[in-house]
Every structure is written in C-alpha cells, then in structure tokens.
C-alpha cells in the first residue's frame, strides 16, 4: 500500500485543518492507520491512530480533545481534523499503516509500515 498526505498548509493559533492520507491499494482498509509528526530538530512522535474498522482511535495526550482521526472506507482514506490548533503543533504530519493486525498498535514508528510522504502544518501565534 502507498500512502499520500495531504491538507497541511498555514494557520493562525485557534484554527483549524483537516488531513487526509489518501491510499493506493485495496488492502489499506485491513490494516490501522495512524498519524505522526516530526517538528524541526525533534524526533517523530505519534499522534493518532484507527482502527481498521474505524470502531476504535485512540491519541497522543498532546492532541486529545483537539484532533479526531476517522476513515473513510469507501474512499480510502484516513482523516485527521485538527482543532484549536497551537503552535507546538507545527510540523511535518505523516500517515502510516500499522505493522500486522493487532490493535492496538502501539505509538512507535516500529509499530507502523508504508510511511507516506508527509505534509507541512504551520500554526502562526
């Protein structure tokens, strides 16, 4: 499976974006997907992550109440609505398969597989 984010862009603190990761590949719906970042001079953290049959999510304490992961069966694709946005949210947002079929998955980078190439958010204070 390949994987594709998009939806990053500029925004001022408080506001709002929505990414998507989109998915080549009709094996994406079997697996969980999840959603990282990586800020300039940071390691990559985890954000998010769904289940395959999109019943469950669970967060990073950072974003909980604030972000809302969802899919989109149908259409292949993963969703990430990001509220009340801050400025330590900036950063390079990438999207990822999880590794196998347990859930849930885990909150490492080993955890997940088929890392797509990322897209930039930028929160302004």
């Known amino acids: 499976v390949q994987l594709q984010a998009s939806g990053g862009g500029l925004v001022q603190a408080g506001g709002s974006l929505r990414l998507s990761c989109a998915a080549s590949?009709?094996?994406?719906?079997?697996?969980?997907t999840g959603w990282f970042r990586q800020a300039p001079g940071k390691e990559r953290e985890f954000v998010a992550a769904?289940?395959?049959?999109?019943?469950?999510?669970y967060y990073a304490d950072s974003v909980k109440g604030r972000f809302t992961v969802s899919r989109d069966v149908a259409k292949n694709t993963v969703y990430l609505q990001m509220n009340s946005l801050k400025p330590e949210d900036t950063a390079v947002y990438h999207c990822?398969?999880?590794?196998?079929?347990?859930?849930?998955?885990?909150?490492?980078?080993?955890?997940?597989?088929?890392w797509g190439r990322g897209t930039q958010v930028t929160v302004s204070s």
């Open positions: 590949g009709r094996t994406f719906s079997s697996y969980a």
């Open positions: 769904i289940s395959r049959s999109a019943g469950s999510t």
């Open positions: 990822a398969v999880g590794q196998g079929f347990s859930w849930p998955v885990g909150t490492s980078e080993s955890d997940f597989g088929s």
